[in-house]
């Protein structure tokens, strides 16, 4: 504010300290109209005391005389200044024309405006804006010029700062999503239609980056953001942009792409700096992406529509499996509109009664006997009929729907439990699956308390099943599973193999069992490399001390592999699929038979 302040006051001072120059401009003149020279004491007067640098030049440009804020403005002695050329002092990339040539340029009184940087006698830039008249220096008529500087250095720098603040992140320094999309309408505007030559642009997304944050809190996710922004630099060139959209979201534009496959190239090598993991909190963490791509191919598009069809792209990639690459097409619009009427559609579910449980037995892998089951959400929709999971469980974690969700199968799951009891059935336990969000909740453990309670379910019937993402956080894990163990529920870590836990780790859990997720038990028996995992994980359980599971069990030849590592259970549609709760009654019934 003293800045502006200063630079007002300085302009009044400039008016004035002009006014009186004028009526000493062509002496001879006033001497042909016979009136008297100004007041020689209060020119300079206010020369010697103006807040602007001051300087006198002869008619080849030489200084010939300065003011102290001059002299202060530079940090030059007098005698060092006196002679010598204003040019002298300004930067080489800067240097102006000469003042008479910047006259020429501009007739009339004076210019003003003009825009220069000069060398401080310690080597710093400092930043002038300057104003030049035309004056006659004696009664000669020799001809001078007077030029004030004003030193903008700090205003300019503040305009710069709140520029980079409006335009870039402030945590990685990339571009924003507001620069990113200026940038992409000037690519869209000058660029060169090249032959066979297309612009890109690519949306890319951490899946469940909420995750790291829940789990090392956000200090620690603003790093991996740190990290994938160094990572990403790597993948663009000398014309490419990178931005920071929002969140983990990151923009790239590519302007040559030859064509589709190129795009993918690209998109390939984006996920491919992912291979490696993140050390978060000294632990390592893989990462995984999705990417989403759109091609200019209309030219009707603007940077506005492209960026949104980017993100329809990446949206749909979302919905598919870890690590996938979209491109944009038209009927992805449609399906956009879809998604966000299934959404307001999700928020009615519970209370329209629209949610089922389907329940999918877990047996003895000796002995083919039911000795658990899994609880299993469906959607029972009015006119689309059943919903898979995958189609809405993804958007009700993003909306935050899933905790509500995630409540309502909880305490139905006991509650049908302990009904099947009361009715003389096979008294099993029941899984649960807990969303990332329930295990996050402070109350979370009062909670399933209060299920137990409501419903009567003795506690050793019900099990709590965590995704091994939940435990990267091994401290909050630990100590939230061991309030979980109180309670007398057992506890199992789901699709373990998947997700980011150290096997060093699982030891320091209270748990019961693990779940060998159905992508390793699928392929077990054509990768090697997958038939290593599952035993290593079954001989690993044995050291330990824990029960293990095999889900996804659906061929003979799978069973007999299980069998021979000595798996304990299994669970899959080679015993049964999931199925309501009427059928899983029976089959209960049948089994106390």
Request: charge should be negative.
């Amino acid at each position: 504010m003293v800045t502006w302040i200063y630079g007002f006051c300085g302009g009044i001072i400039f008016i004035v300290f002009v006014m009186l120059v004028y009526k000493r401009i062509c002496v001879v003149r006033t001497q042909q109209m016979n009136k008297p020279e100004p007041d020689q004491s209060l020119f300079d007067t206010l020369f010697i005391n103006s807040m602007n640098g001051v300087a006198v030049l002869d008619c080849d440009e030489r200084i010939i005389r300065v003011n102290s804020a001059f002299k202060n403005m530079l940090g030059y002695m007098e005698e060092e200044i006196l002679q010598k050329s204003l040019g002298s002092f300004v930067l080489e990339e800067d240097q102006p024309l000469s003042v008479q040539a910047k006259l020429q340029q501009q007739p009339g009184a004076g210019v003003t405006g003009l825009m220069t940087a000069a060398k401080h006698e310690q080597g710093y830039r400092v930043e002038l804006k300057s104003s030049a008249v035309p004056v006659i220096l004696d009664e000669t008529a020799a001809q001078g010029y007077l030029v004030i500087c004003e030193d903008v250095t700090e205003r300019k720098r503040f305009g710069e700062h709140i520029r980079h603040m409006s335009f870039y992140d402030d945590m990685t320094g990339l571009p924003n999503r507001q620069l990113f999309q200026e940038e992409l309408s000037k690519l869209l505007r000058t660029t060169p239609k090249q032959e066979g030559n297309k612009l890109a642009v690519f949306y890319a997304d951490v899946i469940d980056f909420r995750i790291i944050n829940e789990s090392f809190g956000f200090e620690h996710g603003n790093m991996v953001l740190l990290q994938l922004a160094e990572r990403f630099m790597r993948c663009i060139g000398e014309n490419d942009i990178l931005a920071r959209s929002e969140g983990d979201q990151f923009a790239f534009c590519y302007p040559n792409v030859k064509d589709i496959d190129h795009a993918l190239e690209l998109a390939q090598s984006i996920a491919s700096v992912m291979e490696q993991p993140f050390v978060v909190d000294q632990q390592e963490v893989y990462i995984y992406i999705c990417i989403g791509i759109v091609l200019h191919l209309n030219e009707k598009d603007t940077a506005d529509i492209l960026m949104k069809n980017a993100n329809i792209a990446l949206t749909q990639a979302k919905d598919k499996e870890k690590s996938n690459i979209q491109v944009f097409h038209v009927a992805m619009e449609t399906y956009s509109i879809q998604r966000l009427k299934l959404e307001n559609e999700l928020r009615h579910a519970i209370s329209n009664q629209e949610f089922i449980l389907h329940y999918q037995p877990q047996v003895d892998i000796h002995t083919g006997q039911i000795i658990g089951m899994e609880a299993l959400v469906r959607w029972m929709h009015p006119t689309k009929g059943m919903i898979p999971p995958k189609e809405f469980i993804p958007l009700a974690e993003e909306t935050g729907f899933i905790v509500q969700l995630g409540d309502w199968v909880l305490y139905e799951a006991c509650r049908q439990n302990k009904a099947w009891q009361d009715q003389g059935l096979l008294h099993v336990p029941v899984s649960v699956n807990l969303s990332m969000r329930q295990f996050s909740e402070h109350g979370i453990k009062n909670k399933i308390s209060e299920v137990l309670v409501d419903t009567g379910l003795p506690p050793k019937y019900l099990e709590i099943e965590i995704t091994e993402s939940m435990t990267m956080d091994v401290k909050h894990a630990s100590d939230w599973l061991n309030k979980l163990k109180k309670l007398g529920v057992q506890v199992a870590i789901d699709d373990f193999g998947t997700g980011y836990s150290s096997l060093s780790y699982i030891k320091q859990f209270p748990i019961d069992k693990l779940k060998i997720d159905r992508s390793f038990v699928n392929d077990m028996l054509l990768d090697p490399n997958n038939a290593t995992i599952v035993s290593t994980i079954i001989a690993m359980t044995r050291q330990l001390n824990l029960k293990v599971i095999a889900e996804g069990v659906e061929t003979k030849e799978q069973l007999q592999f299980l069998q021979e590592k000595q798996c304990d259970e299994v669970q899959g549609f080679l015993f049964s699929p999931p199925v309501p709760s009427d059928t899983m009654g029976s089959l209960l019934e049948q089994a106390v038979q």
